[in-house]
């Protein structure tokens, strides 16, 4: 049973525009919320969090945004740059210490 | 700067062998983590370790095992690789909550 779904498997978005990347979750237990950003032929590297006390986190041109009632959350780049493209993991935890992680986005932006 | 290493990039392993995966990771963390990664999968946790000589079960651990005798490495063991475990090996370890520090990966084929 997959706890965390990211149901686009792949992105294609315009230099300059904004990408939404999207992610839902089943568990009611999952307090927190991270999004990792993985190149290819290198490990994910942490992006953004959330806690489930907020429904909005920025960082720079990146930005969270969590729905708890409809247990969903995305990830907005605002601009997009082409080094903005690789693969977008959503994670969610709680109750323990392991993450649980969506099978990715794979996210193009075009020049 | 926060290094998690892990012993080889790519390994190339013939069927019943036993393959040793090592990750060493330079920050003092409590918490580390092996996954791999399957196109369309996403990351699965395999084994974690919370601790010296302690370990749980991730999602998968079938045909794995772990060994943690020192707080900074933390080894993945394949009693004895099969081809189905081809596959992109990643470890992690823990940073504040749900922030994992991944190594680069090791790309492992069994043939």
């Known amino acids: 049973d997959q706890q965390v779904k990211q149901n686009s498997p792949s992105l294609s978005v315009q230099e300059g525009r904004i990408s939404i990347l999207n992610c839902d979750y089943t568990?009611?237990?999952?307090?927190?919320f991270l999004w990792y950003k993985k190149y290819p032929a290198e490990g994910p590297t942490f992006l953004i969090s959330?806690?489930?006390?907020?429904d909005k986190n920025e960082d720079g041109r990146f930005t969270v945004f969590l729905n708890k009632s409809a247990k969903h959350l995305s990830l907005h780049i605002v601009p997009s740059q082409p080094g903005d493209s690789a693969v977008y993991f959503c994670?969610?935890?709680?109750?323990?210490?392991?993450?649980?992680f969506g099978k990715g986005t794979k996210l193009t932006v075009n020049p | 700067d926060v290094k998690v290493t892990q012993s080889s990039r790519y390994l190339v392993k013939r069927t019943g062998e036993k393959v040793f995966l090592e990750c060493v990771q330079d920050?003092?963390?409590?918490?580390m983590f092996w996954y791999r990664q399957d196109p369309g999968l996403g990351l699965r946790l395999i084994y974690f370790?919370?601790?010296?000589?302690?370990?749980e079960k991730g999602d998968i651990p079938e045909g794995y095992s772990v060994s943690r005798e020192k707080k900074e490495r933390f080894s993945l063991i394949l009693e004895s690789a099969s081809t189905n475990q081809t596959s992109m090996y990643l470890c992690?370890?823990?940073?504040?909550?749900?922030?994992?520090?991944f190594g680069p990966g090791t790309r492992l084929t069994v043939t």
């Open positions: 994670a969610a935890m709680g109750g323990s210490e392991k993450l649980v």
């Open positions: 568990n009611s237990m999952f307090d927190y």
């Open positions: 959330i806690s489930s006390i907020k």
């Open positions: 920050m003092d963390h409590e918490n």
């Open positions: 370790s919370y601790d010296v000589k302690m370990k």
């Open positions: 992690a370890s823990w940073g504040r909550r749900g922030e994992q520090y």
